[in-house]
């Protein structure tokens, strides 16, 4: 298809940051971790996200640090490339082009210039079969080198990357599958293997499922299945091998790692307590428990002195070695299932969707953070399987964003259903929502579908439920409550021959509402709560039902059980077209008259981009995925693109997100925003002496602007210059507050710029005539200066600080104080 | 295969008594066991752990310690008292007083010249172990607390010593003390409490490994006399601790029933700074683990659950075979329970009392498998008290359920029993022949008129009973040699013309009763005989041995049958194979000539000598394959090994004269509920 060449389906933004350990750097100032098509750079004292290495064309499965210098890094992903990185500067150094899926990489400090990768054995896609293979890097110059030189180490690959760990200087490779466990011995060239039962007497079950090496001794951890760890020693006798037991954890271990010098192993698992063994003493250990979601993945800083574990609610928490929490990057949180659609906070611009249990998360895709929880249910949530608990199930904001309603549930057969409709405000001083209204029996029976009046004035809900009723909700619309409070309660009850309903939505000005029967669409006017017609297009019950926006409002579009997308036009009431096609998702943009359909067919997902007016898609991505897509929302952009291509014209303004049933958040990408963001990658050169905060771009910045000043005889003469004040302050007020450098550093940096200094010819009392703007320029340069000296001394500069003047300048200073300034006063009066 | 009429006795209240010592023997590959009744008992380390003596015990004879020295086995205990065993004749050769109060540990050095006993008052008392018995040679230096544990360096020039709080290691040649370690006491609460180290170990390295009621195993420098490692173990107490014969594994057993291993192990593989590593746990006991036993190829461990469990370390075994499966001993390889065939009693053997029971009776006839209605309750007619401090011996009631006879170490008595209607009254044989001052193994003729008594003195004394009293009949003894009659399987046959007797040299002498000769000897095996009997009509003796393999051996041609031949040559069944359990008797029924019946603790067994042997692919046990077969396919499928496995726990079972069979069973549940609660621990998710 040459259509969609230029556009790609990508894992960005929300995208999992628990698929791989995360890497600490050796100075333990970054972590890395994959996330989705990318590595992404944070901070571990800041927890800020700083860049991300950009490159790879599908999920990056692995990363590790080369250990032939600290400050480079291999990513391996699906694409079948491996690339090293410099992700200081976030710069690709070399791509290795190996040829089929990888996904896992191992480096060893002994094996240089090889790597160890897991790739799929191609024999066929059912079974899953995994392969350690030995990649020699070939010494070339050039930016992509294809790397040919491979040999297999060996087939009995778990799928698992966590079941492969190289041992004491890489002297040999352990890797377990199932009930084995085998070390590879690169010297001898020799595979030892040891097998456990399946099930001991007590019904343990002994699978593996991660492994750890200890750095110094011949020693190997490994954890299993029913929750024990295993230190296995002498594996170098067939017989004589020894290992012991360690049993704490009630379920998987998920993970293990040795600290680097060896003195400590720690574990996690569902249990989501950071467990750590005394390497020797067994039974000493020490617990952080109350992590959040169950522990996947952990990794130590090469000091010893940071831990990092990645856990199941996508989130990544770094750990002081005296077992302080001491950051949290939380990545979108994704459960079992989103039960709410994907919506767009209208304040924010954020991603809002389930998050914990029981809450809604707002989630910011452009900056791909983690912005706050909603706690909706407002209930504690207990963990145990099988527990019927609330869950926010549809969520809908207004217009402007002021208003946010919600419904949770409870019980899943309707016999026990208990079920509350919410109102939330946006509260200004606080900042967030606020609860306004509970609504406890707002029907009858389950709430199917609810949505605001788009308008800007009147703010107006209606619930569409099981009830074969749809209801139309208002604000303080009630008499007998007091006035000053606005609640809300219910304006209109609207039924059609007893029939469910199974959608309503509003017209883009809010003059129609639309709500299906099962196979019949009522149009009502909201204003006079009169039915205005019904459109049937029989057969098949109505799935979807959507306007169209813009110039394309009066069309009507909806989706049936029978496969039919169908439009209507609402100044004839006749349908304008219809097409036979599975459509599981419709969703409009609102910022256009696009409408994007996913359909699913024969096993993958095709996406249609059309426009209501005429039958003709726009665009057409035929597999995007090979799940179903029952979610999907246009995000809108920060500046839009400005392409021309017809197939990439609807990405411009907003971009189209959508979550597989996999729950993988997958966005498409144009070739132009690509090179937008490769470019402005690049021009990130930093010195790596200084975390890359925002705030040490800010500094960085000033400083190179110094030291040209300082290399200035005269700088005050220096036009261009004086402008760079306001921005500094500019800049210094737009930095978020938590990347700042503490208030008494900036205080007296920030108080200095606005004072006069004494080393100026200011003091003339003469001088109080001048030019209000001369004046300020003036005051802006004096910063300036002041700023440079504030820096010089924040930095520790044993320079000496006071003005560098000559003695014979010092002269002339005092001369030119002397003299007689008056005669400026006539210069000045008769400027205009 | 045939059915029975099943008496099912549950009503013997056997309780196997706590261990309290062990003691391995690596020369002779016997494992010591010393119980808390004050009996030892000597297994078979080689030979599938077959009981091979059993010396009882007195009252008031509390064990404390065992040590072999070269092939004399000692013991020491809180009567103060050092004792030797005279293992050929079962019993205790003397006991020499230490005069130190109550001895808590005794050991011996490696060259066998030396015994060090740890007593009360704080001596180590030094014993010159000659060639007949012992003699006091010096004190250590006197301490102010008790020795608990002690340990000699292997080259036998200094002694670790274990005592309250703290170590001492001594200078043999000058007795005084050269380093004293002190042990660290609990945290918290346990500080006020004193930590006593219940055991150390030397190793020749120098290093000293001691276990401690903290919980604690740790690991000391002799030379410097300071703490190198310490491993916490246990919450509660390290009770015994013992080391492999080249200093590679150690095994520590804790009161919460768990023995944990630890393995001298090079921390970086190829390189030879080792350390000793904790490694693996087992836990088959429920309570306190008095003493461990690190033998070759396994662990051995006993305690207060009277169990002897041998868990074989796979890593060291050459070949895995039944002999190197786990095995827990729970009863004594030889029968408690005699009984009166054609009276129908029973009498159950007791460490210090005998109980004579009658049978009940039961109605009418049932189904295969169904329980009977009880007439008539069994029920207990007699209980004998032992004359004195020692225990039962051996003990045996005749046939037609008169004579009732037990022996102690020092003294045998014969009773007569007089049962009119429901007035039981007996009276004791006063004037008994000379030779009848003790045996080792009693066995009544089938018809009640005699008694075989296997002497100390190398032989089987023959007395004939009468209404009046007895009479020494004669003397059998073996051909050649001065051997004497160790463990006595004794059976008499049925006409009274033949007997066989065994000894622990695994020898099994026939007589004839007639000419009271030496009739012929059967060729030694390697392994020990557990059961015999005699074919009632065939004169064949049949013999089980403790390696599971069986033999038929015809006394009038004096060689081995045809069928013996055949099962020697096909070899018999894995399944079979792989008990762990010795036969304990062997019975044939004169219904069918060709059946043999056997059993041992887990299962009753028939064969069938007509039908076939089963080979390795044949299902073994195949009584519901044969079941769901039509009737003529049966023979086709079946062979010649019926095993039954209805019945568990097996003490002893016989064939009475009216065709029923008694089965004495004590289920282990039984026996685990009668024994003192163990430390509470705290188990996940309860």
């Known amino acids: 298809m040459v259509e969609t060449s230029d556009i790609r389906v990508v894992r960005c933004g929300g995208s999992k940051v628990n698929l791989t350990p995360p890497i600490i750097s050796s100075d333990s100032r970054f972590v890395l971790c994959t996330s989705g098509d990318l590595v992404k750079v944070y901070s571990t004292r800041t927890e800020e996200w700083l860049h991300s290495l950009q490159g790879h064309t599908n999920q990056v499965t692995g990363i590790t640090l080369n250990p032939a210098n600290h400050l480079q890094v291999y990513s391996c992903s699906v694409d079948g490339t491996v690339k090293l990185w410099d992700f200081i500067d976030g710069i690709l150094i070399k791509t290795f082009v190996i040829g089929c899926p990888l996904f896992a990489i191992y480096v060893s400090e002994k094996h240089t210039g090889v790597l160890f990768l897991h790739v799929s054995m191609a024999t066929d896609s059912k079974n899953e079969c995994f392969q350690l293979v030995s990649v020699h890097l070939p010494k070339s110059a050039e930016q992509e080198v294809e790397a040919k030189e491979m040999s297999a180490v060996s087939s009995h690959i778990s799928k698992n990357p966590s079941c492969t760990a190289f041992g004491r200087g890489g002297e040999y490779i352990a890797f377990a599958r199932h009930l084995q466990l085998n070390v590879y011995f690169f010297r001898k060239q020799k595979t030892y293997s040891f097998s456990l039962k399946a099930t001991d007497k007590k019904g343990a079950k002994n699978a593996f499922t991660c492994i750890a090496c200890h750095p110094t001794d011949d020693c190997i951890a490994t954890g299993h299945e029913d929750g024990k760890i295993r230190l296995w020693r002498n594996f170098i006798h067939k017989k004589e091998y020894t290992y012991s037991t360690q049993h704490w954890h009630h379920n998987a271990v998920n993970t293990l790692c040795f600290t680097p010098e060896g003195t400590h192993l720690l574990s996690g698992g569902i249990e989501s307590v950071l467990v750590q063994w005394q390497y020797g003493a067994d039974n000493r250990k020490e617990f952080l428990p109350r992590l959040g979601g169950s522990i996947l993945h952990i990794s130590a800083s090469s000091d010893g002195q940071l831990f990092c574990t990645s856990h199941s609610d996508n989130k990544i928490t770094v750990i002081e070695s005296s077992f302080k929490v001491c950051g949290v990057i939380q990545g979108l949180v994704k459960g079992d299932a989103v039960l709410t659609d994907l919506m767009i906070d209208p304040r924010s611009k954020a991603l809002v969707l389930n998050g914990k249990p029981g809450h809604l998360q707002f989630y910011s895709l452009l900056r791909d953070k983690h912005l706050y929880n909603l706690d909706i249910v407002q209930q504690e949530y207990i963990y145990e399987a099988g527990l019927d608990q609330f869950e926010v199930v549809?969520?809908?904001?207004?217009?402007?964003?002021?208003?946010?309603?919600?419904?949770?549930?409870?019980?899943?057969?309707?016999?026990?259903?208990?079920?509350?409709?919410?109102?939330?405000?946006?509260?200004?001083?606080?900042?967030?929502?606020?609860?306004?209204?509970?609504?406890?029996?707002?029907?009858?029976?389950?709430?199917?579908?609810?949505?605001?009046?788009?308008?800007?004035?009147?703010?107006?809900?209606?619930?569409?439920?099981?009830?074969?009723?749809?209801?139309?909700?208002?604000?303080?619309?009630?008499?007998?409550?007091?006035?000053?409070?606005?609640?809300?309660?219910?304006?209109?009850?609207?039924?059609?021959?007893?029939?469910?309903?199974?959608?309503?939505?509003?017209?883009?000005?809010?003059?129609?509402?639309?709500?299906?029967?099962?196979?019949?669409?009522?149009?009502?006017?909201?204003?006079?709560?009169?039915?205005?017609?019904?459109?049937?297009?029989?057969?098949?019950?109505?799935?979807?039902?959507?306007?169209?926006?813009?110039?394309?409002?009066?069309?009507?579009?909806?989706?049936?059980?029978?496969?039919?997308?169908?439009?209507?036009?609402?100044?004839?009431?006749?349908?304008?077209?219809?097409?036979?096609?599975?459509?599981?998702?419709?969703?409009?943009?609102?910022?256009?008259?696009?409408?994007?359909?996913?359909?699913?067919?024969?096993?993958?997902?095709?996406?249609?981009?059309?426009?209501?007016?005429?039958?003709?898609?726009?665009?057409?991505?035929?597999?995007?995925?090979?799940?179903?897509?029952?979610?999907?929302?246009?995000?809108?952009?920060?500046?839009?693109?400005?392409?021309?291509?017809?197939?990439?014209?609807?990405?411009?303004?907003?971009?189209?997100?959508?979550?597989?049933?996999?729950?993988?958040?997958?966005?498409?990408?144009?070739?132009?925003?690509?090179?937008?963001?490769?470019?402005?990658?690049?021009?990130?050169?930093?010195?790596?002496?200084?975390?890359?905060?925002?705030?040490?771009?800010?500094?960085?910045?000033?400083?190179?602007?110094?030291?040209?000043?300082?290399?200035?005889?005269?700088?005050?003469?220096?036009?261009?210059?004086?402008?760079?004040?306001?921005?500094?302050?500019?800049?210094?007020?737009?930095?978020?507050?938590?990347?700042?450098?503490?208030?008494?550093?900036?205080?007296?940096?920030?108080?200095?710029?606005?004072?006069?200094?004494?080393?100026?010819?200011?003091?003339?009392?003469?001088?109080?005539?001048?030019?209000?703007?001369?004046?300020?320029?003036?005051s802006e340069e004096e910063m300036e200066a002041c700023d440079s000296q504030q820096e010089l001394r924040a930095q520790g500069s044993v320079d000496e600080v006071t003005p560098k003047l000559s003695k014979a300048q010092e002269r002339e200073l005092k001369r030119v104080r002397k003299t007689d300034f008056s005669w400026m006063a006539g210069l000045i009066d008769s400027k205009p | 295969m045939g059915e029975f009429k099943v008496h099912r006795v549950r009503f013997f209240d056997y309780m196997p008594s706590g261990i309290r010592a062990l003691a391995f023997n690596r020369d002779i590959e016997r494992i010591a066991v010393a119980r808390m009744d004050g009996s030892v008992e000597v297994f078979h380390c080689s030979d599938r752990f077959f009981q091979e003596k059993i010396i009882p015990g007195r009252e008031q004879c509390g064990i404390e310690g065992l040590s072999w020295v070269g092939e004399r086995l000692f013991s020491a205990g809180l009567n103060g008292g050092i004792t030797e065993y005279d293992l050929t004749n079962q019993k205790v050769k003397y006991t020499v007083d230490a005069y130190g109060g109550p001895i808590w540990t005794i050991a011996g050095n490696q060259q066998g010249t030396h015994l060090a006993v740890g007593c009360e008052d704080g001596t180590v008392k030094l014993f010159e172990v000659n060639e007949d018995k012992i003699q006091f040679e010096r004190n250590l230096d006197r301490q102010k607390s008790r020795i608990i544990s002690l340990s000699w360096h292997p080259s036998g020039s200094k002694i670790a010593a274990g005592m309250m709080d703290m170590i001492q290691i001594f200078n043999v040649e000058t007795g005084h003390s050269v380093h004293r370690l002190l042990a660290d006491r609990g945290v918290g609460t346990s500080r006020s409490k004193e930590c006593v180290v219940w055991s150390v170990v030397y190793l020749s390295d120098g290093t000293i490994i001691s276990g401690d009621s903290v919980g604690m195993v740790k690991l000391w420098d002799d030379q410097t006399g300071t703490l190198i490692k310490s491993h916490n173990v246990t919450k509660c107490d390290v009770l015994a601790l013992s080391v492999s014969q080249n200093e590679d594994s150690l095994v520590a057993g804790t009161s919460e029933g768990t023995v944990v291993q630890f393995q001298f192990i090079s921390m970086v593989l190829g390189k030879d700074d080792k350390e000793w590593v904790r490694t693996r746990t087992f836990k088959n006991h429920t309570h306190d683990i008095r003493a461990v036993a690190e033998i070759t190829t396994a662990v051995v461990s006993g305690g207060m659950d009277a169990q002897l469990v041998v868990r074989p370390l796979l890593d060291k075994v050459e070949v895995r075979s039944a002999a190197s499966a786990l095995r827990k001993i729970h009863f004594p390889h030889r029968r408690l329970v005699s009984c009166a065939r054609k009276s129908g009693l029973m009498l159950f053997q007791y460490p210090g009392h005998l109980e004579l029971w009658r049978l009940g009776e039961s109605e009418g006839k049932g189904m295969p498998g169904s329980s009977l209605f009880v007439k008539r309750n069994p029920e207990k007619l007699l209980h004998l008290k032992v004359k004195g401090e020692d225990h039962i011996r051996c003990s045996a009631v005749s046939p037609c359920g008169e004579w009732i006879v037990y022996s102690t170490a020092s003294s045998l008595r014969l009773y007569r029993l007089h049962c009119d209607n429901n007035n039981v009254s007996i009276t004791k044989i006063s004037k008994l022949p000379m030779v009848l001052s003790s045996a080792n193994q009693l066995c009544f003729s089938s018809d009640s008129s005699h008694l075989f008594s296997a002497s100390t003195q190398s032989s089987v004394h023959l007395v004939s009973l009468s209404q009046s009293g007895c009479k020494f009949v004669g003397t059998l003894k073996p051909k050649s040699g001065e051997r004497t009659i160790g463990f006595g399987v004794l059976h008499i046959i049925e006409d009274g013309k033949w007997l066989a007797s065994a000894n622990s040299d695994h020898e099994v002498h026939i007589y004839n009763l007639q000419t009271r000769k030496a009739h012929c000897t059967v060729p030694v095996y390697s392994s020990a005989v557990t059961a015999m009997g005699i074919h009632p009509t065939t004169n064949c003796l049949f013999m089980m041995y403790a390696d599971q393999q069986m033999c038929e051996y015809s006394i009038e041609q004096k060689q081995y049958t045809d069928w013996s031949r055949m099962v020697q040559r096909k070899g018999l069944h894995r399944f079979w194979m792989e008990r762990d359990t010795p036969c304990l008797n062997v019975m044939f029924n004169p219904q069918h000539p060709s059946h043999v019946i056997l059993h041992d603790t887990y299962m009753l067994c028939i064969i069938d000598q007509s039908l076939p042997l089963p080979d390795d692919k044949t299902q073994f046990y195949n009584q519901l394959t044969l079941k769901s077969l039509p009737e003529e396919q049966r023979k086709s499928h079946s062979h010649a090994f019926k095993v039954c496995k209805t019945f568990k726990d097996i003490l002893c079972v016989e064939l009475m004269s009216d065709q029923s069979l008694v089965v004495v069973e004590r289920p282990l549940e039984d026996v685990a509920s009668q024994l003192p609660a163990p430390i509470k621990q705290k188990k996940f998710a309860t």
């Open chain 1, 394 to 778: 549809k969520a809908a904001f207004d217009i402007k964003g002021s208003w946010l309603a919600t419904v949770e549930e409870r019980g899943k057969k309707s016999s026990d259903l208990e079920f509350f409709l919410k109102l939330w405000a946006f509260d200004e001083r606080t900042q967030s929502f606020v609860l306004n209204t509970t609504i406890t029996a707002a029907h009858t029976d389950r709430i199917i579908s609810m949505c605001f009046s788009s308008s800007e004035e009147t703010t107006m809900l209606v619930t569409a439920a099981e009830d074969s009723q749809f209801k139309a909700w208002c604000q303080g619309a009630d008499a007998d409550t007091q006035q000053d409070q606005n609640f809300w309660s219910c304006d209109f009850v609207g039924s059609y021959h007893k029939l469910n309903p199974t959608n309503c939505s509003f017209s883009a000005d809010s003059s129609l509402l639309a709500v299906s029967f099962q196979e019949v669409i009522t149009i009502w006017s909201p204003d006079t709560w009169e039915m205005l017609t019904t459109l049937c297009q029989p057969p098949g019950v109505i799935r979807d039902l959507c306007f169209g926006r813009l110039s394309c409002s009066k069309y009507l579009l909806g989706t049936t059980t029978k496969n039919l997308l169908c439009c209507w036009n609402l100044l004839t009431c006749e349908l304008e077209w219809s097409t036979s096609v599975d459509v599981s998702k419709l969703q409009p943009d609102p910022f256009s008259e696009n409408v994007a359909a996913f359909s699913y067919q024969s096993k993958h997902t095709d996406l249609f981009v059309f426009k209501p007016s005429e039958p003709r898609p726009l665009f057409t991505n035929k597999n995007v995925c090979s799940e179903k897509v029952h979610r999907a929302v246009f995000v809108p952009r920060e500046e839009p693109l400005n392409s021309c291509d017809e197939s990439t014209q609807w990405l411009n303004r907003s971009q189209l997100y959508f979550l597989t049933q996999n729950m993988d958040l997958l966005t498409f990408s144009t070739a132009t925003e690509e090179d937008r963001m490769l470019s402005s990658s690049k021009q990130l050169v930093i010195d790596d002496s200084v975390a890359v905060t925002p705030f040490y771009l800010l500094l960085g910045k000033h400083r190179q602007q110094q030291q040209k000043l300082n290399t200035q005889s005269h700088p005050v003469s220096d036009k261009p210059q004086q402008t760079q004040g306001s921005v500094t302050i500019k800049e210094l007020l737009h930095t978020p507050a938590h990347v700042l450098p503490a208030a008494s550093v900036l205080c007296s940096m920030f108080v200095n710029s606005f004072l006069i200094s004494n080393t100026g010819v200011q003091q003339d009392p003469l001088r109080e005539e001048m030019d209000s703007e001369k004046e300020e320029e003036d």
